[in-house]
């Protein structure tokens, strides 16, 4: 390790022991206030089967369709299924609500059988019908509405990018999806949360606000949501597996500070805890009364940096933030050893993955030449913006924006950090209103696609596309390999749309991390899942 390197690396450490000793000071102040909420709400050790399950954040809306942050799906996941479910801790293709598919040997028909006897939460029946009626919701919407509509299928109806021609029901059971052309990811799209198929008598009398009063088929119906506190779910007695749900309430709590959750669960206030701090995992294991769980690695945290916004809009500009932090260091603070660093925009648990890029190394010297050569001598002022919430792929995002900024200061760049509520933020986000900010994703499908398509593509500028990076030859580059069934050709192309990105620098890609959750040692079943969203229809105490 070089003198830059130690000397960044010690900087580092102290900012992150100052971590340590705030959360000392503050959980204690919180974790009363905390322990009466629960009381009121009810808790596991009443006897009853009620997990507690503590969490970083509230959601944003309940309805899956127009959301894109693991807070609302970790809930939705539990209210509502897809036609297609994934493994259990892993992104292959099994049944949901469809219990057969057939694709048509050219990839552009796909027909579903459906499971019968099912009812949504209202005592409405599932049926083709159903699952018409939700895409043509989608599909008639808009990228305000349904953002993740428009990145996983190109577009909306009438939209020339639009992948899916038509969705039609054929008696009561079977669904037909035509296609304008093969996408090579078609069943691992419909199987992601945010397909999830809603009450259409629920939605069409609800409108806007369907998203407070959610409607599914799931093993869990909705209750109640306090904002920013906790939102209530309970068993579905009408649920078609008779064996299922186990428990007869989950109540996720909203904990930001991720020390008091886990104060929480050593006081018996909560049952089961996400973002356990990668320092706290020792602690954890040491506990007898508690044990940890790893959720399997398929995210990446990074710094975006808005493309269209000056200074930003020069590549030399970026390439020089991405050779001014020093990555290794971050990781070596913050995560503990639960993360790898990172060079591209996807883990390399991801088929397509680029090995061959060897990334930007740690260079203050090379970040100010370039800079230099960008008209920028002198450095600059800039907005960093520093998440509010702890996320799986970024355990405090202040604090790693605050070792940002101390590196940008070497080079000359003075960068003030600002924070907005956890909504607030990601909107302006979404409207290329941030210099550079930090953020993250968790794959959805473990397709290469879900990842530099569906975050760097120009199709998703507004929606899931918040550093507005646009890059022809890279589109039709990913829209070859959507449309690319062969798996070996298809990774080709996912490497050369790396290549590109490595290039045009438009994020410092930071970390993919091993994220840790927390729970009580009587609690059997739970089973972290690698897209964040964790069905809880197993779960059970001893």
Known sequence: MGKKRIWSFLLLMLVALSVVLAACNSSESGTEK?????????????????????????????????????????????????????????????????????????????????REGVKFHDGTDFNAEAVVKNFERWANGSEDKFPYYKSMFGGFKGEEGHVIESVTAEGDYTVVFK????????????????????SPTAFEKDGEKFGDNPVGTGPFKFVEWKRNDSITIEKFDGYWDEALPKLDKVIFRSIPDNSARLNDLLNGAIDLA??????????????????????????????GLTTTRPPFDNAKVRQALNYAIDKEAIVEAFFEGRAEVAKNPLPSSIPGFNDDITGYEYD??????????????????????????????????????????????????????????????LDKASKGEADAFLLGWTGDNGDADNFIYVLLDGDNIGSNNYTYYDNKDLHKILIEAQTEVDEE???????????IIFEDAPWVPLAHSTPLLAGKADIVDFKPHPTGSDLLSHVDFK
């Open 34 to 114: 905390e322990n009466e909420g629960t009381k009121d709400s009810g808790s596991a050790s009443t006897g009853d089967k009620v997990l507690v399950f503590g969490r970083g954040g509230d959601s944003t809306s309940l309805d899956p369709s127009t959301v894109t942050e693991g807070e609302s799906f970790k809930v939705t996941k539990n209210i509502y299924e897809t036609l297609l479910n994934f493994g259990e801790q892993d992104t292959t293709i099994h049944e949901g609500l469809a219990t057969k598919w057939e694709p048509s040997e050219d990839g552009l028909t796909y027909t579903f059988t459906l």
């Open 179 to 198: 296609l304008t052309r093969a996408q090579a990811p078609f069943l691992k799209n419909i199987a992601m949360s945010p397909f999830a198929i809603a």
């Open 274 to 303: 996400d973002g356990i701090n990668p320092a706290d995992g020792t602690t954890v294991e040491g506990d007898s009364s508690l044990q940890l769980f790893e959720r399997p690695s398929m995210n990446v945290g990074y710094l």
């Open 364 to 425: 203050p010297e090379k970040a100010k030449e370039l800079l230099a050569e960008a008209g920028f001598a002198d450095g600059f002022e800039m907005e960093l913006w520093a998440m509010p919430v702890p996320r799986p792929y970024m355990p405090d995002g202040k604090k790693v924006a605050e070792a940002i900024q101390k590196n940008l200061e070497d080079i000359g760049v003075k960068a003030e950090i600002v924070s907005y509520e956890w909504a607030t933020y």
């Open 489 to 499: 050709k298809r990774n080709e192309l996912y490497k050369q749309a790396q290549e």
